[in-house]
């Protein structure tokens, strides 16, 4: 069974910094690439940063050069390091990957950036 537990959200003053930790088990952890996704209210879930099993990493254009994904093998996690935060980061961030068997989502943890 695959399960993927996030932590690490909270409220935030406008540019400061939150790191997000998601914990995955029930999958071959290193051969998978894994994402971290965010929802706003009242819009669509979007993708925001995303990193394969070997390290290759992309990030949408909006969080460039301010979160940093990374992952640790080993410990079967991945991480959002997310600074510079802006009011417009606010949402709740899920972890996510996928096989050919679905998709797979966390609970979802709150990033809420007010001043």
């Known amino acids: 069974q695959v399960q993927l537990v996030e932590s690490g959200g909270g409220l935030v003053q406008p540019g400061g910094s939150l790191r997000l930790s998601c914990a995955a088990s029930g999958i071959f952890f290193e051969l998978y690439t894994m994402n971290w996704y965010r929802q706003a209210p009242g819009k669509q879930r979007e993708s925001v940063a995303a990193i394969t099993g070997g390290g290759g990493i992309n990030y949408a254009d909006s969080v460039k050069g301010r979160f940093t994904i990374s992952r640790d093998n080993a410990k079967r996690m991945v991480y959002l390091q997310m600074n510079s935060l802006e009011p417009g980061d606010t949402a709740v961030y899920y972890c996510?990957?996928?096989?050919?068997?679905?998709?797979?989502w966390g609970q979802g943890t709150q990033v809420t950036v007010s001043s």
């Open positions: 996510n990957t996928n096989d050919r068997s679905g998709y797979y």
